[in-house]
């Protein structure tokens, strides 16, 4: 386990499926992590399936946060698209559970630091919703900048919506 | 998961099936759809499975409580065109008559215009089910046509009618509540 003073992180497994399946149907758990590619209701078997399907993709690593005090999973961390060519992958999140700021951003720099020491990327990137104020604070809090908006990329409460991409290179990132 | 006022919308999976075939089998429910009995356990099961394969959206409807009592899903995607065609089926007989349809399709058209952007959401259903009909143009749909002789059952020549509702017919019932 990757620890700092109040959350972990440990790679998915196929364990977590009850966190992740009751995680991927609510509405708003998906809907904050500004992602399109979650479908809007899952079966335990459809659950069981994605882990699998993950855990067998060279290019990417997911990383399960855990709230060290309650000793319980609270949100998943995607690095995809891993590139070995340009050492970049893509982070998102996945809350799960509500967590306070601190530990939000504790496993954001926990996590990038894995990218960076242990994988030894050189970049990571993002794109969230533009309307997602609070996740895009948190990708900033950590040191993440802005590279451009995504002009209606994506559709979403009756309306076409921008998203903004945003970057952190490992000599900006923060000391775990 | 997606929320209505009366239902839930859950995946359809494999922990349902004895309310499936139960539903599947009875001629009652099965009366007006294009189902024909009977279903075994493993038939039921064989579905679940192929919805999962095909990534098809299908949902069990749970009423707040819980209670499984119908499925409803997008037979047909159409993203080019942005279209898709829905279908529902109220297993449980007690619930008919009592808005939980009304809002399951509520719950769906809200998820295809407001999430995905759909353009244009059908169905076709009996021309003699006078009471889906009513039901579904409480939900916003119009009868657009009549299809002759579109298929049999029980030996029965079935005229179906072809129900559609548009993003701006959807907009229309159902205004944006505002924000960028």
Redesign the interface.
């Known amino acids: 386990m990757l620890g700092g003073e109040s959350v972990g992180l440990v790679p998915l497994q196929t364990t977590d499926e009850l966190a992740l399946y009751k995680w991927l149907n609510d509405p708003r758990v998906r809907k904050a992590s500004g992602r399109q590619i979650w479908k809007p209701a899952y079966s335990l078997e459809q659950v069981q399936d994605l882990i699998r399907e993950r855990l067998a993709q060279p290019s990417r690593f997911d990383l399960v946060i855990v709230d060290l005090h309650a000793e319980r999973p609270v949100g998943l961390i995607e690095l995809a698209h891993i590139q070995p060519m340009s050492d970049s992958a893509q982070m998102t999140l996945l809350w799960g559970e509500k967590v306070d700021d601190d530990m939000a951003t504790e496993a954001l720099i926990l996590a990038a630091g894995y990218a960076f020491n242990s994988q030894g990327l050189h970049r990571l990137w993002t794109r969230v919703p533009v309307k997602e104020e609070g996740v895009l604070a948190l990708f900033r809090k950590v040191g993440f900048k802005k590279e451009g908006v995504l002009r209606e990329d994506h559709f979403g409460d009756g309306r076409w919506q921008d998203s903004m991409l945003l970057s952190l290179l490992s000599a900006e990132a923060r000391p775990c | 998961?997606?929320?209505g006022e009366k239902v839930d919308?859950?995946?359809?999976?494999?922990?349902y099936v004895l309310m499936y075939v139960k539903w599947i089998n009875d001629p009652e429910v099965t009366q007006w759809l294009k189902a024909d009995p009977p279903f075994s356990v493993e038939m039921e099961h064989g579905w679940?499975?192929r919805l999962?394969r095909e990534?098809k959206?299908t949902?069990t409807i749970l009423t707040k409580e819980g209670r499984p009592i119908g499925n409803i899903g997008m037979e047909e995607v159409v993203w080019r065109y942005r279209r898709a065609t829905i279908g529902i089926m109220i297993g449980e007989k007690d619930h008919w008559g009592k808005g939980y349809g009304s809002d399951a399709i509520t719950t769906l058209l809200r998820?295809c215009?407001?999430?995905?952007?759909m353009r244009r959401v059908d169905l076709i259903t009996d021309s003699e089910n006078h009471r889906a009909q009513r039901a579904y143009k409480k939900c916003g749909f119009r009868v657009e046509g009549l299809m002759k002789q579109y298929r049999t059952k029980n030996g029965r020549i079935i005229d179906d009618v072809m129900m559609a509702i548009l993003a701006t017919d959807w907009?229309a019932l159902h205004p944006?509540s505002g924000?960028?």
């Open positions: 998961m997606l929320s919308l859950v995946a359809a999976e494999r922990a679940v499975d999962r990534g959206t949902f998820y215009f407001e999430e995905l952007g907009f944006p924000g960028a």
